[in-house]
């Protein structure tokens, strides 16, 4: 079987440091990636951070999308929260606009959203959540993507509201047989052998769908591929992916929006 998306970029988690405190390799990531989810400050980033990444990507030629997120700089993002409808979209559209600012300050343009962490995870699993990010997104800008998981609530909100919509897998994560990601306290739910991720990637947009840990293939189109560079072979993984989509003719280049 062949690809059913032959044009993929790889995206990144980036800006994601905060004052004195550093995480991850940006300027690595963004010679490797075509598309920037920057921190917006509510789990990690500051305005400086956020500026800082914002130029260094637009120099780079790629990319730039807000990563919004519960407000939980002391979990990362990575605490469940509750939160009423109307707060969390406004905080969604206070994070995004912060971006968008930082961007037109840099005469760029923001290309995509991309909800973070806790957010994101129950965000793909519950329909209603899913709803309130895509209309947060929606009153915002009508005509900004959401990078999202395949196979996802998010997903599926997005095509019912009609926002745009770009569909994402990762590299380092396995798969359930219902298209949610495995916990990650469950061994075997994080890759990370760069190998490994590698052929996971390939078997995926070989498949032309989502390949689960239980075998099955959930056919979907496949935009883009999330590369996470907080890991001990994160680069490496995203080098080797790079050179094994380009090598096959299917990276998308990398420009800015």
Request: hydrophobic content about 45%; charged content about 20%.
């Amino acid at each position: 079987m062949t690809p059913r998306t032959l044009c993929v970029d790889l995206n990144a988690d980036l800006g994601e440091s905060f004052g004195a405190w550093t995480m991850g390799d940006d300027e690595a990531l963004l010679a490797i990636v075509g598309r920037a989810n920057v921190a917006c400050g509510f789990h990690a980033g500051d305005p400086l951070v956020m500026r800082r990444t914002v130029r260094r990507a637009r120099e780079r030629g790629v990319a730039i999308g807000a990563h919004p997120s519960f407000p939980d700089l002391q979990g990362f993002g990575r605490r469940r929260m509750e939160m009423e409808p109307e707060e969390l979209q406004a905080l969604l559209i206070y994070q995004i606009g912060a971006l968008a600012g930082v961007c037109r300050a840099e005469g760029v343009r923001l290309a995509h959203v991309k909800p973070h962490g806790a957010l994101n995870n129950m965000a793909c699993a519950d329909e209603a959540l899913a709803r309130t990010v895509v209309q947060a997104v929606r009153a915002y800008d009508p005509a900004l993507p959401l990078l999202a998981p395949a196979c996802s609530a998010l997903e599926r909100a997005a095509l019912a509201l009609g926002q745009p919509l770009l569909r994402e897998v990762f590299a380092d994560r396995a798969y359930q047989d219902d298209g949610q990601l495995v916990p990650r306290r469950q061994p075997g739910a994080v890759l990370h052998d760069p190998d490994e991720a590698v052929a996971h990637v390939l078997a995926m947009l070989q498949a032309g769908g989502l390949v689960t840990r239980g075998g099955r293939v959930l056919p979907t189109p496949i935009d883009s591929v999330c590369v996470h560079g907080d890991g001990p072979q994160a680069l490496q993984t995203a080098r080797r992916l790079r050179a094994a989509l380009a090598q096959r003719g299917w990276l998308a280049p990398a420009a800015v929006a």
